[in-house]
């Protein structure tokens, strides 16, 4: 897989293919800053762009996309898919690790080999994980999991983290080691702490 640098969507900001970037931020306000972004330079990049949001109104929080590219035919043509985190990650009011990581499989791998797509970008937002039903103390083993799937495709996949929302420092930290990446306050930092599927302390 190509590690060529591709555009994030935030000025002087990089990834490279295989990226799983944790993103920190405070509030819808800053949530957007990071997304819509991310969104605007796949759209215009010709990159397959999955978004799965927690917020109760996904179609309002895209809306702004529509300024600067046009979103409807992005839409239609399925390059751009808008899915609520109740249908992509808790069909059944239930997170199943196997499940959602066979969704990204059938999603990402669809677009790669059939769908002409060169390269994939995938967010996530994670609020979804602090509500109390069945597999959500799964997370932290899910994200690590995730770092075997990216190297299978062109794709990065980035993480949506409201430091609002997720106050449990010892959760943060078992999040940080899952994630090779960390964007905050702009900047796409290397995670000195994170360890690898394989090296057997993330449960």
Known sequence: MTTTPVQMGQPGVVMVPGDHICAFYRGPGQRDDVLLPFLREGIRSGDKCL????????????????????????????????????AAYLPDATFRPDRMLAFWDRNVGAA???????????VGEMTWAL????GVDQLVGYEAE????????????????D??????????????????????????LENPWYLAPDAGAIT
């Open 51 to 86: 978004c799965v949001l927690d917020d109760p109104d996904p179609e309002r929080v895209i809306l702004p996309l529509s300024l600067t590219v046009d979103v409807e035919t992005s839409r239609s043509s399925g390059q751009f898919e808008l899915l609520a985190s109740d």
């Open 163 to 188: 430091l609002e929302r997720f106050t449990d420092g010892r959760m943060l930290m078992e999040l940080l080691r899952t994630h090779p990446k960390v964007l905050m306050s702009g900047q796409l």
């Open 112 to 122: 790669v080999q059939h769908g002409g797509y060169g390269f994939v970008r995938s």
């Open 146 to 161: 995730l770092n075997r799937f990216l190297p299978r495709y062109p794709q990065v996949i980035l993480c949506l983290y």
């Open 131 to 134: 509500r109390d039903l069945p």
